[in-house]
């Protein structure tokens, strides 16, 4: 664990780099705040993490078909995975995740310091990642991400020694990194800044702030620059070309079934069955991959077509509102999810996690099948016009 003390304008910022996986880092994080006794304690934390850390009961008040129906099935699902990752070091380790954290906001409260949650909301980070990303990375980052949780290795020492100084986020991510640099940019260099604007706004003449030690070196190199946090804040919004993109591929689909329709009507009605199976086959298919209910598979099958041909629907949404109507996850599911996250058995087996996976695999096969049948249009329109 590291101790930096900075002077910025009246103020005095303490910060304390603590290794996520140390209980010594605990203890120091203790002794420092009851010492320093300050206005103010800064932890790197955001509201929603705040809240899954102090209320452990929280899993039990998920609605899965309000987080499917507001479009948040694949955040739920990627915080998930990382949530896993994080518990299975605490496990091996024989702490608890996110312990020192913890104690920063028990120290907080028992000195009457002011508790600011410094960091900057983690939907908003995987978001602005998640947008930035095109079809196939998306899906590289979620096969990745799961293969690192699903992986029943124990972490190795050298392992260890790395999530001391990195932050655990990236750590988790590490294979994809080196492939995307712009993920360190969102999960790492973004959030520095953020971390310091918080730190050196925070009230009072004397602040602590808690912090993963691989973060302090950006906080130090942030916290004298002016930054606008709003910023970091927003949501990329998409881009005219990818609307453009998002409504002329459909439009054009449309488009080369009616012209074929012109020219040939068996061939346009070829072109239509082409379309209905390539889309709802495949969709269906990643359904049943997922070990989805047999009316989910169908519901994949149906919407498919037709939401491959919207850019604001998806086929997966709505296999999984059926899974979930048909398969309603128990109060023991909600119960069981923090510990079934940790094995591929129970990720897979607990209805809520197994919703969110129909969901993902099934909008992955539609989105195949709409390029192949894409294809398969325009050949068989080439064909024609030949």
């Known amino acids: 664990m590291s101790v930096d003390r900075l002077n910025y304008l009246n103020k005095e910022l303490i910060i304390i780099g603590t290794a996520h996986v140390s209980k ?64 299975r070091i605490a496990q091996q380790l024989d702490i608890k995740a996110g312990q020192e954290m913890l104690q920063g906001i028990t120290s907080a409260k028992e000195t009457g310091a002011r508790l600011i949650l410094a960091d900057r909301d983690i939907r908003t980070t995987f978001l602005r990642i998640w947008r930035s990303l095109g079809f196939f990375n998306k899906i590289k980052l979620i096969w990745i991400i799961v293969m690192s949780v699903l992986n029943d290795e124990e972490i190795t020492e050298e392992e260890l020694e790395k999530l001391k100084t990195e932050d655990i986020l990236m750590t988790a991510l ?37 912090v993963g030690a691989g973060h302090v070196p950006g906080i130090k190199e942030n916290i004298y620059k002016s930054h606008d946090v709003k910023e970091l804040t927003n949501l990329p919004a998409v881009s005219r070309a990818g609307k453009i993109v ?18 040939d009507i068996s061939s346009g009605l070829s072109q239509i069955g082409s379309w209905v199976l390539w889309t709802g086959l495949l969709a269906a298919l990643g359904t049943i991959i997922a070990m989805g209910h047999p009316l989910s598979v169908l519901t994949a099958f149906l919407a498919a077509p037709i939401t491959a041909l919207h850019p604001l629907l998806a086929a997966g949404w709505f296999a999984g509102l059926c899974e979930a109507y048909l398969r309603k996850p128990s109060v023991e599911d909600l119960e069981n999810l923090p510990k079934d996250i ?3 058995k129970g990720f897979w087996h607990n209805r809520v996690t197994h919703i969110l996976l129909v969901i993902a695999i099934a909008n992955i096969g539609a989105s195949i099948g709409t390029f192949i049948g894409g294809i398969d249009i325009v050949r068989k329109l080439m064909e024609l016009i030949s």
């Not at 994080?29 to 304690?41: L, T």
């Not at 998002?246 to 020219?263: D, K």
Request: proline share 4%.
């Open 24 to 87: 010594k880092s605990v203890e120091e994080v203790k002794q420092i705040i009851e010492n320093e006794k300050p206005d103010s304690v800064c932890i790197e934390l955001c509201n929603s993490r705040y809240e899954s850390i102090v209320d452990q009961e929280s899993w039990k008040k998920m609605d899965i078909v309000k987080v499917i129906k507001e479009r948040k099935s694949t955040l739920l699902l990627v915080n998930l995975i990382l949530s896993a990752f994080q518990g």
């Open 174 to 210: 590490s294979d994809f990194s080196s492939t995307f640099p712009e993920l360190k940019r969102v999960l790492i260099d973004e959030r520095d800044i953020y971390l310091a604007e918080k730190i050196k706004n925070a009230p009072g003449p004397k602040v602590v702030a808690v």
């Open 246 to 263: 998002g409504w002329a591929v459909p439009l054009l689909i449309l488009l080369l079934i009616g012209s074929t329709f012109l020219l």
């Open 342 to 344: 940790f094995t591929f």
